[in-house]
């Protein structure tokens, strides 16, 4: 019998090399290595000691990857059942409680953690818009932003679909870099203090 589990690997870092098990593609779409390690480049000097958030969970991948270069507390929300049961299980394989896996609504979960947290980073990773009854999903993506904004919130990147024009500044968030791989940008926001 053929095993079709698909994984990857923790690119750098503590727990560098270190097996990640992702979810069926029919249910998620985990961030491409070439997009993962450019944006922990990007953000390698400033990373420690940050809260980070990974809005739309898939595998965890993104919250491990950020655990494993510093970040002093990280969290997955997934809100698929199937897809949390395997972040549940990546999570638990680092040992570790300073990581936490959360099946929720991201929608709701992602303020309340805000609320109870400082210096945070929000990675937003959510369905591409093609997918079926996600056409809307950026604009719920900015709603969440704008009813959730704060203070603590020290960097916010999204990952979405290159043909998706990402303002250039709203509800108070300013992007200052954006890199394109194809199909897939990554755009960079500040929150104007």
């Known amino acids: ?16 090399g270190k097996k990640v098990f992702l979810p069926s593609l029919e249910t998620t779409r985990s961030t491409k290595n070439i ?17 980070f958030i990974e809005v739309f969970g898939g595998s965890a991948l993104m919250a491990m990857e950020a655990l494993s270069n510093g970040a002093s ?37 992602t303020p309340k953690i805000i609320k109870e947290n400082s210096d945070i980073i929000l990675y937003i990773d959510p369905p591409f818009d093609i997918r079926d009854g996600f056409n809307d999903i950026y604009d719920r993506v900015w709603d969440m ?17 290159s043909s998706y024009a990402a303002p250039e500044a709203k509800f108070g968030y300013t992007k200052f870099k954006s890199r394109t791989f194809g199909k897939t940008t990554l755009s960079y926001y500040q929150l104007e203090q």
């Open 145 to 161: 932003l704008r009813n959730s904004k704060s203070s603590d919130i020290y960097l916010v990147v999204m990952e979405h679909i």
């Open 73 to 109: 507390k990280t969290y997955a929300i997934e809100i698929d059942k199937n897809a949390y049961n395997l972040t549940k299980k990546n999570v638990s394989s680092l040992n570790c409680d300073d990581i936490k896996s959360i099946n929720a609504d991201t929608f709701k979960a």
């Open 1 to 16: 019998m053929k095993n079709n589990t698909l994984f990857t690997t923790i690119s750098s870092g503590k727990f560098k």
């Open 35 to 51: 997009v993962k390690n450019s944006f922990f480049n990007t953000i390698q000097n400033e990373i420690y000691g940050k809260t």
